[in-house]
């Protein structure tokens, strides 16, 4: 199986979504040039950011990101996730290139195995609630506004099979 970040991240939903408390792909959490692939708040309260991955190239260009830096430095905890991974296709990326302060997991056709905990970046938490909240309520806009166009088609396309006939 070729693997998209869709697929992965639907893996590593299926690993996560139990057991957690809060969890949401593809969105802006810690700033607004920072999308988390995949975020989510274990019921401790700490905080998970998931990277995906379906490229060495893109493994690599990743370490250009600025949030690279803060996960060293020991400023602004509200600005780092408590535990980042990787989660990448099978050997893709080799535990020893994944830096100290991340995990590595790998995806198998809908199968997601921690291959490398992530150690804390750090032991903070913060309340992410009002953040997600707002997030949330996007996200459910948008599939309502989804599934108000998929009826209109839907309609639409029943008349003109009626008319058809």
């Known amino acids: 199986m070729k693997h998209t970040e869709a697929t992965i991240l639907k893996a590593i939903h299926n690993y996560f979504s139990s057991g957690y408390k809060y969890s ?16 989510c708040v274990n019921r401790e309260g700490y905080t998970f950011e998931i990277e995906a991955k379906i490229s060495e190239v893109d493994f690599k260009n990743d370490f250009k990101k600025e949030k690279h830096k803060l996960f060293i430095q020991n400023i602004n905890k509200r600005l780092r996730p408590n535990k980042f991974y990787y989660a990448v296709p099978r050997d893709l990326i080799k535990e020893e290139e994944i830096p100290d302060y991340a995990g590595l997991i790998y995806v198998d056709d809908s199968h997601a195995t921690i291959i490398k905990r992530a150690p804390f970046i750090h032991k903070e938490k913060y309340d992410y609630r009002k953040i997600l909240c707002d ?17 209109d088609k839907l309609e639409s396309t029943n008349n003109r099979i009626k008319n058809f006939w």
């Open 24 to 39: 949401i792909k593809n969105s802006f959490i810690f700033r607004f040039d920072w999308e988390s692939d995949y975020f």
């Open 135 to 151: 997030k949330f309520y996007y996200q459910w806009l948008n599939n309502r506004r989804e599934k108000n166009i998929l009826e």
